[in-house]
């Protein structure tokens, strides 16, 4: 698979498939629907309740929370109430807020966590938004082998359609997919996009097989998990400037280019006391620009297809034995 500007070998005959050029001169020329500057894809990370714990009959416990502290061979009840606080506390906050400013988001979530918590996808959807899978549970998948990984994309994608009544099109790996991932999903047949890439402002197509498949480059920089281990946010104004300077860079370059930003939140962590005021004012700043299109990010996908003059993207059948590990 290969990007747009994609070169197999360098200079100096260093063979590699990284793709370092991108787009280079700005991208396609591409409009976002009703000539929007901006696409801003609000990206709400489900994760609680799919966070690795021995009292859910896991491996070991999840050890980053608000405090890195290791509890081996128990259950670490204090991570276990922590993660709980974002779905009591914390999702009541931020789907207010994205009600309030008409903002249209992507929950991106563990399929797990909405085993434990379907009434989030029931509202989510009833609200308009998307529910894209981050997996079944909070873990990388960089060390798993293929049939392990076919079984988790599976499992994933059902317990979300389950959850939400209409299976996910999205897919978000914690941090480190396998080599595998990106190729795994498009055999599956039922994914549209997937947001493994940090490598650029705008969408991008790779192929395999014939099959075209979009990626959606997220971000860790404009997003809440800097309130955590020295990311460098430590009041709400913190997370608000940064993310709205980085808004009004993208603002600026929607006018010549096609622009997309990324905004990452977790319930556990934007949805605090001291924290959520700085979604608010964000939200605040960015709805009170005009040519401003807040979009879920199967809608960024699909209208980045069509401004490419690609045709329509509609799922295909799961191949027999996927689950099993066999090729399709």
């Given amino acids: 698979m290969s990007g747009p500007g994609n070169s197999p070998a360098g200079e100096r005959g260093l063979a590699h498939d990284r793709d370092f050029a991108?787009?280079?001169?700005?991208?396609?020329?591409?409009?976002?629907?009703?000539?929007?500057?901006?696409a801003v894809s609000v990206v709400v990370n489900i994760e609680?309740?799919?966070?690795?714990?021995?009292?859910?009959?896991?491996?070991?416990?999840?050890?980053?929370?608000?405090?890195?502290e290791?509890?081996?061979?128990?259950?670490?009840?204090?991570?276990?109430?922590h993660f709980e606080y974002g779905v009591r506390a914390g999702w009541p906050r931020i789907r207010a807020l994205l009600k309030r400013y008409g903002v249209a988001a992507t929950l991106n979530a563990n399929g797990r966590a909405l085993e434990?918590?379907?009434?989030?996808?029931?509202?989510?959807?009833?609200?308009?938004?998307?529910?894209?899978?981050?997996g079944y549970r909070w873990e990388r998948q960089v060390h798993m082998d293929e049939a392990a990984e076919r079984r988790v994309i599976l499992r994933a994608a059902k317990a979300i359609e389950a959850a939400a009544g209409a299976p996910p099109v999205g897919w978000h790996t914690r941090s480190a997919t396998s080599v595998n991932t990106r190729r795994l999903l498009i055999e599956h047949?039922?994914?549209?996009?997937?947001?493994?890439?940090?490598?650029?402002?705008?969408?991008?197509?790779?192929e395999q097989d014939g099959r075209r498949h979009v990626v959606l480059p997220y971000a860790f920089d404009t997003n809440d998990m800097r309130f955590y281990n020295g990311g460098g946010f430590v009041f709400a104004d913190d997370f608000a400037r940064y993310c709205i300077d980085a808004f009004e860079r993208l603002y600026a370059e929607g006018a010549d280019a096609p622009r997309m930003l990324s905004i990452g939140l977790h319930l556990r962590i934007i949805g605090r006391p001291a924290r959520i005021g700085g979604l608010e004012r964000l939200l605040e700043h960015m709805a009170a620009r005009p040519g401003v299109w807040f979009a879920?990010?199967?809608?960024?996908?699909?209208?980045?297809?069509?401004?490419?003059?690609?045709?329509?993207?509609?799922?295909?059948?799961?191949?027999?034995?996927?689950?099993?590990?066999?090729?399709?």
């Avoid at 396609?28 to 500057?37: F, N």
């Avoid at 609680?48 to 890195?68: H, K, T, W």
């Avoid at 879920?296 to 590990?325: Q, S």
């Fill in 70 to 81: 290791k509890v081996e061979g128990a259950r670490d009840l204090c991570m276990e109430s």
């Fill in 296 to 328: 879920r990010r199967d809608a960024i996908a699909k209208a980045w297809l069509a401004g490419l003059g690609e045709p329509p993207w509609a799922p295909r059948p799961t191949p027999a034995g996927f689950a099993a590990g066999e090729q399709p």
């Fill in 189 to 206: 047949g039922g994914f549209l996009y997937d947001s493994n890439a940090y490598n650029d402002d705008v969408p991008f197509l790779v």
């Fill in 116 to 134: 434990i918590s379907p009434w989030i996808a029931r509202e989510a959807v009833a609200d308009g938004h998307e529910v894209s899978s981050h």
């Fill in 22 to 38: 991108g787009y280079r001169a700005g991208g396609p020329s591409v409009r976002w629907p009703g000539d929007a500057r901006l």
């Fill in 48 to 68: 609680e309740g799919a966070e690795l714990s021995l009292g859910m009959g896991d491996e070991r416990n999840e050890f980053i929370y608000e405090a890195v």
